[in-house]
């Protein structure tokens, strides 16, 4: 695509409004492109809204998966110098509680050192003193960097910024299809949820950030996205059964993590694969796994009372035909479809975690840069971000919503 830099600036419409569109949004908009970004539910609304709430420290898959690792580590560090205030910075425990785990040990430690995660090996004397409803069966203990999120919060120190920077925030606005001319996408048809009007909001390139729905995006424009929807469940439990995130010390499985938010323990999460992530059940036998396999970690969780039992659909990039999602590793990809599929003005952002959203967003608005002949730096690692509330007080954001819903709708 041709150049914009001595042009008005070129209109990049971005299709989600989660983790990932947050990102993008705040990215280019802090690199001078016209941004509008488009979602027809409530802002994280979808898998962002749904997750358990971990900063992750990269330890939970420094086995097995090392760039995911690395990736984590980094961007934990990045977020928290960021968006200060917006974690509980409570570190995380690692623990053994057979002799199974114990084996995992060496190789966890080992693999950790070599991602560059900050571990400490305790006693589990040590543990249980400041985890006291930890298993008694504790064989082991390590401390690593975790921490819990707000999601919703931290989505919207992103969605704040973006604004502050003239990017325009169109939640409960549908994209219903893609128009493509020529080999190229030119735009989005919408459908406003809110008013019930159509329109059609021309672009430069769009940008497909919609998660476990990238590939329902991208049948829009023809092409397809490498990417499976994997649910996992998450039980949430009334009271606080510990102040540290918890992890079974062995190879990722169900029913391994407690984290705490606020009040309550949310436990997690089982694993498979599906076609459609709006078509999600919550079996009750995965609850009862939840139950079973966290009362290993802290035996209180299995007499403790319901809050709320859902599931939630990763976007795990690979092809489709793995049976449950945990063979696939959790980094993320961006997508050229002009490359992938000879389709110009197209790109899709998938995988990856809440954790990595700043890095997933720095690939994206590169490559997005580079197809319109751009050169301009990522500026979001050293960018503080605003206050989660000045998405709702900030008053020039407001006035430009106001003023596009009197020209009718996103533009």
């Not at 050293?382 to 020039?396: K, N, V, W």
Request: hydrophobic share 40%; aromatic share 4%.
């Amino acid at each position: 695509m041709g150049a914009h830099a001595s042009a008005s600036p070129a209109h990049v419409v971005i299709i989600g409004g989660g983790a990932t569109g947050a990102g993008v949004a705040h990215d280019l908009a802090l690199r001078g492109l016209r941004v509008t970004l488009l979602e027809r539910g409530e802002l994280t609304s979808g898998t962002s809204g749904r997750h358990h709430g971990l900063l992750h420290s990269g330890a939970r898959y420094a086995v097995g998966d090392r760039v995911s690792a690395l990736e984590c580590i980094e961007e934990n560090t990045i977020l928290k110098r960021i968006a200060p205030g917006s974690f509980e910075e409570n570190g995380g425990l690692f623990v053994a509680v057979t002799d199974a785990d114990l084996d995992h040990l060496e190789p966890f430690l080992q693999a950790c050192a070599e991602a560059r995660i900050p571990t400490e090996r305790i006693t589990p004397e040590h543990a249980l003193r400041e985890e006291p409803n930890l298993t008694p069966q504790l064989r082991a203990a390590v401390r690593v960097p975790d921490a819990t999120i707000d999601p919703m919060r931290l989505m919207l120190r992103f969605f704040a910024t973006a604004q502050r920077n003239g990017a325009r925030i169109h939640p409960f606005m549908e994209a219903t299809e893609i128009t493509v001319s020529g080999g190229a996408v030119r735009g989005v048809r919408v459908l406003d949820h809110v008013t019930g009007r159509r329109a059609e909001v021309a672009a430069d390139l769009v940008v497909n950030a919609a998660g476990p729905w990238s590939g329902a995006v991208a049948a829009m424009a023809g092409v397809t996205v490498p990417m499976i929807p994997s649910p996992g469940v998450l039980l949430a439990l009334r009271g606080r059964l510990s102040n540290m995130v918890i992890n079974r010390l062995h190879p990722s499985g169900d029913g391994d993590i407690v984290v705490p938010q606020r009040g309550l323990s949310i436990v997690g999460t089982s694993s498979w694969v599906v076609d459609d992530p709006d078509d999600l059940s919550v079996p009750e036998e995965h609850v009862r796994r939840m139950y079973e396999e966290g009362a290993r970690l802290i035996p209180a969780i299995l007499h403790s009372q319901r809050r709320a039992a859902w599931s939630a659909a990763r976007p795990l990039v690979g092809e489709p035909g793995t049976a449950s999602g945990r063979e696939l590793s959790r980094t993320f990809q961006a997508f050229d479809h002009r490359r992938r599929d000879g389709l110009e003005g197209f790109v899709s952002i998938t995988g990856g975690k809440s954790t990595t959203l700043r890095a997933m967003a720095e690939s994206c608005a590169d490559l997005v840069c580079l197809k319109l002949g751009l050169q301009r730096p990522c500026a979001t690692r050293e960018t503080l971000l605003l206050p989660h509330t000045a998405y709702y007080t900030d008053e020039r954001p407001r006035r430009a919503r106001e003023r596009a819903a009197a020209g009718g709708g996103a533009r």
